[in-house]
């Protein structure tokens, strides 16, 4: 069977927002002026657990969150659903980036996930939480030896993994290709993203933040002691700001150059019989990812779906986040090729939906931070693609520095001091383009870095996978 019939059915929608009686029903936009303590611009899960968080920290504080579209509906509700523990976008960049903090990292990163699992519990929200873990599969031989020295490292920062051989990773998961593997047992967690935003959006209301949807923010500006942000149809006010934005172009110019929008795009296939789950022997329903630098990130759903994605990772010339890039039939055609040579038991499957969007990402490929107009605004992005657990991490150091206040998690270097910027267009582009024909290269060449990635990791950039 062609595998790009496979595709001829599939709904251009991400799945997981794709059930309107799963979504609830839109918040007011916010119509005239208004006043508050704390002004929390995007509505992902950036935003929501800084405003959620805020209402548990003070709950006497007046907090106010604007959306420019609506809640979950940008990368926190179409992402794969991966929860990780990792708040340095796994434990290699961590320790490459930060090797005299890393153990302290690796702490917090575990607390936090552990947190997270609490404050579902606090508030009732049902977001198909699974503490399963998740695999890494090696699907060249060279790639085993990496495997190894990975376990040796999470083991040794106190991390629960199992290094698998080619029949055990088999048993977990059945494909031909995979080699062996790395299961990290209880470091991530899989979850209904969409649900979790939906969720959190609930809890925050239940705490009375005064939450707007279809209220972009347009400008931010001082007026007197507070900060002022302009809607469609008025100013909010705040003593304190925190900005959300992520992917999207921040209200601070010169936030700007510290991150790019880059495009991932993901298949979920047409739930699986019995049969044909059995037939992969995916008992332990953990995620899992490959080895390569363009790698792929794949999980069951609650109803035995199986998403499929990454791999390509897509930067536009200028970047900007459109929704016409949300579809790339290219990719989506690729990505089909992919899933039936990792799963050729399963031939015969539809593809249900096709999706992409936008990530944002950074120079060190991990949350950056920073503050502006005197510690009255404070700023988190940057997660590539790993922001599902480290954006509650990420609330938490927000408000720390709106406060003032020297936490554990202020002093970190990883806080304190911002990655490098991006070069300006058309600089930006042709490194981009570069940087991701030398990632492919390395990977047809047995993980062999040639001498741009070479150079990149000496100056500290990211690009790593």
């Known amino acids: 069977m062609d595998p790009l019939h496979a595709l001829r059915d599939a709904s251009p929608t991400p799945f997981w927002l794709d059930d309107a009686d799963r979504r609830p029903p839109a918040a007011p936009a916010l119509v005239g002026p208004t006043d508050c303590d704390l002004l929390v611009v995007g509505g992902g899960y950036s935003g929501l657990w800084t405003a959620l968080i805020a209402k548990e920290r003070d709950p006497s504080a007046d907090v106010v969150l604007i959306e420019a579209g609506r809640v979950g509906g940008a990368a926190s509700g179409r992402n794969g659903g991966f929860c990780e523990s990792s708040l340095t976008h796994g434990l290699g960049n961590g320790i490459a980036r930060w090797p005299g903090e890393i153990g302290r990292l690796e702490r917090l990163g575990r607390e936090n996930l552990q947190a997270i699992e609490d404050t579902l519990a606090r508030h009732g929200i049902d977001c198909d939480w699974r503490r399963s873990g998740s695999l890494v599969v090696a699907t060249e031989p060279y790639q085993l030896a990496g495997l190894k020295e990975e376990a ?176 790339r039939p290219e990719t989506f055609a690729t990505l089909a090729r992919h899933f039936f040579e990792t799963f050729p038991q399963l031939a015969g499957v539809r593809f249900s939906h096709a999706w992409g969007g936008a990530i944002d990402t950074s120079t060190r490929f991990c949350v950056f931070f920073d503050t502006s107009h005197r510690g009255r605004v404070a700023y988190a992005a940057g997660y590539t693609g790993l922001g599902v657990g480290a954006t509650r991490f990420g609330a938490e150091v927000m408000l720390d520095l709106l406060t003032g206040a020297r936490t554990e998690r202020t002093s970190l270097e990883l806080v304190r001091r911002k990655p490098l910027p991006f070069p300006p267009e058309p600089v930006r582009s042709v490194g981009i383009g570069i940087t991701q024909w030398a990632l492919a290269r390395a990977d047809a060449r047995e993980g062999r870095r040639n001498l741009w990635l070479r150079a990149l990791d000496r100056v500290g950039l990211g690009f790593d996978s």
């Open 152 to 327: 040796e490292a999470a083991a040794r920062y106190g991390a629960d993994v199992a290094l698998l051989d080619e029949a055990a990773v088999r048993a977990e998961i059945d494909s031909p290709t995979f080699l062996g593997g790395l299961w990290n047992k209880d470091g991530v967690a899989m979850i209904d993203p969409a649900r979790l935003a939906h969720g959190l959006k609930r809890a925050c209301q239940e705490l009375d933040v005064r939450v707007y949807e279809h209220t972009p923010g347009s400008r931010l500006t001082e007026d007197g002691a507070r900060i002022a942000v302009t809607t469609p149809y008025g100013r909010v006010r705040a003593r304190k700001v925190a900005l959300a934005t992520n992917a999207y172009p921040s209200l601070l110019r010169r936030h700007r150059p510290y991150t790019v929008p880059v495009y991932d795009y993901a298949l979920m296939t047409e739930p699986l019989t019995d049969h044909q789950l059995a037939s992969v022997a995916w008992r332990n329903r953990q995620g899992f990812a490959d080895c390569a630098n363009r790698f792929h990130y794949v999980r069951l759903s609650a109803d035995n779906r199986i998403l499929w994605g990454g791999f390509d990772a897509v930067h536009r010339f200028r970047g900007g986040v459109r929704a016409e890039r949300d579809q």
